[in-house]
């Protein structure tokens, strides 16, 4: 079945250093691809999209790039910031046991803490 | 701007007793979720509906009852609390099935079962 794999964390960085956090799937067809940060105490919010191979999802300065041939979708930042502490989701578009409508699958998440 | 609600926040049961987690939405979404997070695992999706009068199973439905009565509305039915349905219960919706379509998640409500 449909899958996704994310680096394990925790990571901690200091403020303006670069971030990386790996992304692999595994899928049938061509699924969509998602990036989805959660706050402490909050839900999941949707940080960037890609809907096909090549394509580029970018958002408040992260970056991350549909690779088919590599099946991965890794997050990228330049210079973090104590504001991006968060735990980070990867997750794709998958079909449901029933078939028809689609569910996200989601990684396990990775909490990044930004140090001053 | 609204959003997904959920309540309650926060929540502790006792074994074997019942309860419903509520959800409202005010976006007129069609499809609505119920997903589980436990620690250090990512969301598993429990049940969803892709409108009025229309549910169905997710991944790990078993423990669990939903209805939806209208369109706003996906509350989530326990009716035998058990230890493993200690979680964290999110609630999302989204505007329609395809594969652009992101989804939009309540704050989550935490349930303890002891």
């Known amino acids: 079945g449909d899958s996704v794999t994310q680096m394990e964390g925790p990571v901690t960085l200091s403020e303006e250093a670069f971030l990386t956090i790996n992304c692999t799937y595994t899928?049938?067809?061509?699924?969509?691809l998602f990036w989805y940060v959660q706050y402490p105490g909050e839900g999941l919010q949707l940080l960037l999209k890609?809907?096909?191979?090549?394509d580029k999802g970018s958002n408040k300065g992260f970056e991350a790039t549909y690779r088919k041939e590599t099946t991965s979708f890794h997050l990228e930042k330049g210079s973090v910031q104590v504001s991006d502490s968060a735990v980070y989701f990867c997750?794709?578009?998958?079909?449901?046991?029933?078939?028809?409508?689609?569910?996200?699958?989601f990684g396990k998440g990775t909490k990044l803490t930004v140090n001053p | 701007n609204a959003g997904v609600t959920q309540t309650p926040k926060f929540r502790i049961l006792k074994i074997g007793q019942s309860m419903t987690l509520q959800c409202t939405q005010d976006?007129?979404?069609?499809?609505m979720y119920w997903y589980r997070q436990d620690p250090g695992m990512g969301l598993k999706l429990i049940y969803y509906?892709?409108?009025?009068?229309?549910?169905d199973k997710g991944e790990v439905p078993n423990g669990y009852n939903v209805s939806r009565s209208t369109t706003e509305d996906f509350p989530l039915r326990l009716e035998l609390a058990a230890p493993s349905q200690t979680s964290v219960y999110f609630c999302?919706?989204?505007?329609?099935?395809?594969?652009?379509?992101?989804?939009?998640f309540g704050d989550g409500t935490r349930l303890s079962i002891l």
């Open positions: 509906s892709v409108g009025a009068g229309i549910t």
């Open positions: 976006m007129n979404h069609n499809y």
């Open positions: 999302a919706s989204g505007e329609g099935q395809g594969r652009n379509q992101p989804q939009h």
């Open positions: 997750a794709l578009t998958g079909s449901l046991p029933q078939g028809g409508s689609e569910k996200l699958v």
């Open positions: 899928a049938t067809g061509y699924p969509s």
């Open positions: 890609a809907t096909k191979a090549d």
